[in-house]
């Protein structure tokens, strides 16, 4: 009867083992030093080897004469736990023997002594799967054994299994295997089975197995029952369900030209032609990955728009996990598609409407090299730049009074705050993140996103910085960043900007009044945006200078 190659070549002992090379010389040395624990727990993801390795150390820890902490092969328990009549080392599927009933037999068994072995050794596959019962009747048992018993828990899925249990394993972690330790392997094998096979289709073997040997190996059996004599990279696409590289990028370039039309077309045709949708995403993600680390690393030219490319691997990546459970996975594609490409038609509309508007910093404008210069200078020639700059200058002289206006703000916001509105504007902070790369507006969206929302009324929010440095920053243009929010979030709240340390102190001080029933006094604040009467204020005569101010600031100026 034929054997699975993942069976065949399954490993026999630690010097087989792929990828795990750590957890394989600490548990070959626990069997040199005799430091065996009564309770392990392997976890990890699918085909890393945790079964396997749980039989290996069974057999080891049994050997009467291990060899480098591995099992010889030779002695009589070494032949008796390689036999198929084994019945110290017992392995048990958690998933169809996951009840009360079958833990107690469990706990009745164990202290019976091993018919030919020196340890009686229980393999408990997929641990996760067993009921809360279950667990706390396995509870004392694996606190407790018989010392002629050893548990092996092995699990994919460890955060589901309670921590009491967790305390009383010595706990392996198994990382994914690499594509380079997977190809190294299948050369092994299609050595050994003469498999006449294209080096890259190795590669693309392991690539698409995600850091399971086990499921590259299967993979490799599904291709090799295909029947051919030598199997090429289209033999691997088609028998897998994928497409060729130059429909990835067909693909990707639909995508970042924002034609839905072909882009669902594109998505029908694979579906009708029974293509893995889902490995088709990834190949595209990964496709992406490699030309944005090209353009980060290698100073290679990117085809495509950086911002949209970032986007789309971050929002894919986000929603890949869903998209495969779903019941309808060309649906859940599709609609996450449609959702992309709309956003980004109405991000390109908007970005052309803020583009088009004046409220942009001009010491930023300065700075900013790839501005043309017939605007830069047109905005130094326009007399409200002039005046805009002024008032910069102003705040920036007046940072004093800019913190108390920011008080009486924060003040004023939690007066009337309301959850729904902070709920509100943190989903609405989010949407600043598509700017952290753009070469005009970037700047704006990470100096509010180095911030944190702290509160917010139909009126105003509260964003906090940890240093006092960055407040000072920010005053010297808070208006073009207020504008900023506001354009961006479909907004028109004023934004206060405080300490995080002053912010503790305010919320310490409202709860205080709380307690006594009472709460901030609203307080009209100084108009600071008022941009004419500003520019009238640093161009007038000294008297005309101080009247205007001490009328725009009162109680907050300070004549000198």
Known sequence: MYQALYRKYRPVDFS???????????????????????????????????????????????????????????????????????????????????????????????????????????IIDEVHMLSIGAFNALLKTIEEPPSHVIFILATTDPQKIPATIISRCQWYNFKK???????????????????????????????????????????????????????KLDDFYEING???????????????????????????????????????????LFTIKDELFDYYINNLKLKFDENR?????????????????????????????????????????????IKSSSYVDESNLKNDKKISQEYQNKKESDPVSEKNNNTNDMIKNNFKKFESLMLIRSKNTMTKALKEELVKESNNFLKLDDYTFDQQFGYLACELLDGCIRASSLESLIISYDYDGMIEKLSSHFSELNDFYNKITNSTKKIAFITTSKWSDLKKEYIELKKQGKQFDYQEEPNLNNIDDSVKIVSESNNDVISKTVEMFGDLVEIQ
């Open 16 to 122: 087989e083992v792929v990828g795990q090379k750590i957890i394989v010389n600490t548990l070959k040395n626990t069997i040199i030093h005799n430091h065996i624990n009564h309770a392990y727990l392997f976890s990890g993801p699918r085909g890393t080897g945790k079964t396997t390795v749980a039989k290996i150390f069974a057999r080891s820890v049994n050997c009467l004469d291990p060899v480098d902490g591995m099992a010889c092969g030779k002695c009589k328990n070494c032949v008796y736990a390689f036999s198929k009549e084994c019945m110290d080392i017992i392995e048990i599927d958690a998933a169809s023997n996951n009840g009360v009933d079958e833990i107690r037999e469990l706990r009745s068994k164990v202290n019976i002594l091993p018919t030919e072995l020196s340890y009686k050794v229980y």
């Open 242 to 284: 994928e497409v060729n590289e130059d429909e990835i990028k067909k693909l990707e370039e639909l995508i970042f030209s924002l034609n839905i039309k072909e882009v669902l077309s594109s998505i029908e045709i694979y579906y009708q032609n029974g293509k893995n949708l889902v490995q088709i995403l990834k190949r595209l």
């Open 309 to 353: 490319m970032v986007s789309f691997i971050n929002s894919l990546n986000n929603s890949l996990v869903d998209i495969k459970k779903a019941d309808d996975v060309k649906l859940s594609i599709e609609i996450f598609l449609l959702h992309y490409i709309k956003k980004h038609s109405d991000e390109t509309v908007l970005k052309d409407s």
């Open 177 to 231: 295997i690499t594509n380079e330790d997977i190809v190294n392997r299948l050369k092994i094998i299609v050595d050994e089975e003469n498999i006449k096979i294209d080096p890259l289709v190795l590669l693309k073997i392991a690539q698409a197995s995600d850091g399971g040997l086990r499921d590259a190996i299967g993979l490799l059996d599904k291709i090799r029952a295909y029947g051919l004599d030598e199997i």
